[in-house]
């Protein structure tokens, strides 16, 4: 089994070798020249942890709520999407990892698999969907509901990718993803997504193509493929676009993606379709924080997307206390872009959030080792925390606050 580097640095780089330059370009990349990733790590480096000893910390606590439901820590697993670059059992695999440890994970909506096939990998499960707000409300709620049915506990509507980011590694690599119908899983398992796949295809295929069937197995041959070995083959993936299949869909999901057209009231809408808490995934200015609570939502998600979508962007860790002392202890407050050790997550704690969430360092396990990689990584997270808590001379993660940080000079 390879080995999974305990060090964030050095898990990264062990990730890098075990991927294409592809794959470990999409998933390690970021907006423009990449400021804001930087920006994220540097706001972490600008806090310490201070300690105070001689307190009794020989039995310490790391459990917490989210949403009434108690979870055994503060840590869960950030939606990434189009795992199947890092390992063929993907979100199976996170899936699994994230159970075993009673972590919740967020089912991407750029998953490799349908959330369906997430949820009976691991039965019982603590899990979220993430909805990417499409063009078509109908396939946005047709998602929501199909959420609902697998037992998911809250939809979390990721709000800063209403517009693609400008990814310049994926930009000047062809953008290998979603130009070969990877990361479409939810989409192509969809009912009204196939609906309208099969009305594109009408309209643009030649009279005597064999009508689309879509399955979730077969829509896209670039997803088989990829499956089929760790590394991604370029020819076989073009070769495989030439069928119209996978072609239409990989258009109409193009088509139906972007949403810069989503408001406050637009999304009201989902309130229709659901009686889930919503969770709101992108906030970063106090305002809106204090209007995601004033127009009813159930929490709120400081993230700037690990860096993703602008360039220059804010780090979340700066904003976060200014939201905190907005809707602390009216919402939970989940905070993301940064993290990659439990050391980070006891700061994001300190600084107001109630739970903290993991991106690419847990990619990075699956890469390296697939599932028992994530499940490394995760384990070192938490025991880095629990180190981190007893060190510092506490008890209980609700222990941690501003005076258990000091500000670096
Ligand atoms: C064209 C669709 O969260 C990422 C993901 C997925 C973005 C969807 C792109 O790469 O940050």
């Given at each position: 089994?390879?080995?999974?580097?305990?060090?964030?640095?050095?898990?990264?780089?062990?990730?890098?070798?075990?991927?294409?330059?592809?794959?470990?370009?999409?998933l390690?990349?970021?907006?423009?020249?990449?400021?804001?990733?930087?920006?994220?790590?540097?706001?972490f480096?600008r806090?310490q942890?201070?300690?105070?000893?001689?307190?009794?910390?020989?039995?310490r606590?790391?459990s917490?709520?989210?949403?009434?439901?108690?979870?055994?820590?503060?840590?869960i697993?950030?939606?990434?999407?189009?795992?199947?670059?890092?390992?063929?059992?993907?979100?199976?695999?996170?899936?699994?990892?994230?159970?075993?440890?009673?972590?919740?994970?967020?089912?991407?909506?750029q998953?490799?698999?349908?959330?369906?096939?997430?949820?009976?990998?691991?039965?019982?499960?603590?899990?979220?969907?993430?909805?990417?707000?499409s063009?078509?409300?109908?396939?946005?709620?047709?998602?929501?509901?199909?959420?609902?049915?697998?037992?998911?506990?809250?939809?979390?509507?990721?709000?800063?990718?209403?517009?693609?980011?400008?990814?310049?590694?994926?930009?000047?690599?062809?953008?290998?993803p979603?130009?070969?119908?990877?990361?479409?899983?939810?989409?192509?398992?969809?009912?009204?997504?196939?609906?309208?796949?099969?009305?594109?295809?009408?309209?643009?295929?030649?009279?005597?193509?064999?009508?689309?069937?879509?399955?979730?197995?077969?829509?896209?041959?670039?997803?088989?493929?990829?499956r089929?070995?760790?590394?991604?083959?370029?020819?076989?993936?073009?070769?495989?676009?030439?069928?119209?299949?996978?072609?239409?869909?990989?258009?109409?999901?193009?088509?139906?993606?972007?949403?810069?057209?989503?408001?406050?009231?637009?999304?009201?809408?989902?309130?229709?379709?659901?009686?889930?808490?919503?969770?709101?995934?992108?906030?970063?200015?106090?305002?809106?924080?204090?209007?995601?609570?004033?127009?009813?939502y159930?929490?709120?998600?400081?993230?700037?997307?690990?860096?993703?979508?602008?360039?220059?962007?804010?780090?979340?860790?700066?904003?976060?206390?200014e939201?905190?002392?907005?809707v602390?202890?009216?919402?939970p407050?989940?905070?993301?872009?940064?993290?990659?050790?439990?050391?980070?997550?006891?700061?994001?704690?300190?600084?107001?959030?109630?739970?903290?969430?993991?991106?690419?360092?847990?990619?990075?396990?699956?890469?390296?080792?697939?599932?028992?990689?994530?499940?490394?990584?995760?384990?070192?997270?938490?025991?880095?925390?629990?180190?981190?808590?007893?060190?510092?001379?506490?008890?209980?993660?609700?222990?941690?606050?501003?005076?258990?940080?000091?500000?670096?000079?």
């Amino acid at each position: 089994r390879p080995r999974v580097p305990v060090d964030p640095a050095r898990l990264a780089k062990a990730a890098r070798r075990a991927l294409s330059t592809e794959a470990y370009a999409y998933l390690a990349g970021g907006a423009g020249s990449e400021r804001t990733q930087a920006a994220n790590r540097r706001a972490f480096e600008r806090w310490q942890v201070w300690p105070r000893p001689l307190r009794d910390v020989s039995v310490r606590d790391l459990s917490t709520t989210l949403l009434g439901r108690r979870l055994p820590s503060p840590l869960i697993l950030a939606p990434l999407g189009v795992m199947e670059l890092a390992h063929p059992e993907a979100d199976l695999a996170v899936a699994r990892a994230a159970a075993s440890a009673g972590v919740p994970a967020v089912l991407s909506g750029q998953a490799s698999f349908p959330m369906e096939e997430s949820a009976a990998a691991a039965p019982g499960a603590p899990r979220m969907f993430q909805l990417y707000w499409s063009a078509s409300d109908e396939l946005n709620e047709s998602l929501v509901r199909r959420a609902e049915a697998c037992g998911c506990s809250a939809i979390v509507v990721t709000l800063d990718t209403h517009l693609l980011g400008w990814r310049t590694r994926d930009l000047d690599l062809g953008y290998l993803p979603f130009t070969r119908g990877l990361g479409i899983a939810q989409y192509t398992s969809d009912p009204v997504f196939q609906r309208l796949v099969d009305e594109r295809a009408r309209d643009s295929a030649p009279a005597e193509a064999p009508p689309v069937r879509l399955t979730p197995r077969t829509v896209a041959a670039g997803i088989t493929i990829a499956r089929k070995g760790r590394r991604l083959t370029g020819g076989g993936l073009r070769e495989s676009l030439r069928s119209p299949l996978p072609r239409a869909a990989v258009e109409t999901f193009l088509d139906v993606f972007s949403t810069p057209a989503l408001t406050w009231e637009r999304l009201a809408r989902i309130r229709s379709w659901t009686s889930l808490p919503v969770i709101l995934k992108g906030i970063v200015h106090p305002d809106d924080a204090e209007r995601t609570v004033a127009e009813g939502y159930d929490g709120v998600w400081v993230s700037n997307h690990g860096g993703r979508q602008i360039d220059r962007s804010v780090p979340t860790l700066d904003v976060l206390p200014e939201v905190a002392a907005r809707v602390s202890g009216r919402v939970p407050v989940i905070v993301d872009s940064g993290v990659r050790s439990g050391a980070d997550v006891a700061v994001a704690l300190a600084l107001g959030a109630d739970l903290v969430a993991l991106g690419r360092p847990y990619a990075y396990g699956l890469a390296v080792a697939g599932e028992p990689g994530v499940a490394a990584v995760i384990r070192n997270v938490l025991a880095e925390l629990d180190i981190t808590l007893g060190l510092s001379g506490h008890t209980a993660v609700s222990e941690l606050g501003p005076a258990s940080l000091r500000r670096a000079d």
